[in-house]
């Protein structure tokens, strides 16, 4: 098997997150320096939840969580 071909079947990572929680980027305050990236912002407030466009990771809103008008 390739290389590809087994990164593609490997397991999204998913983050629950609250509206205390916002803005959200990635990668986070705990990764670890070999896995690092550079940093996006998430729009998880509009939709419920967000991929990041590098590394693939899922943020989503934990289930009852509302974000309000600011």
């Known amino acids: 098997m390739s290389q590809?071909?087994?990164s593609s079947n490997a397991p999204t990572e998913v983050h629950e997150v609250g509206a205390a929680d916002l803005p959200?980027?990635?990668p986070?305050?705990?990764t670890p320096l070999w896995n690092l990236h550079p940093?996006?912002?998430l729009d998880v407030a509009t939709t419920g939840s967000a991929r990041c466009p590098y590394c693939g990771a899922e943020y989503r809103l934990r289930p009852g969580?509302?974000?309000g008008a600011h």
């Open 65 to 67: 969580e509302h974000v």
């Open 28 to 30: 986070g305050p705990h």
């Open 4 to 6: 590809a071909a087994s």
């Open 39 to 41: 940093k996006v912002f």
């Open 24 to 26: 959200i980027s990635c």
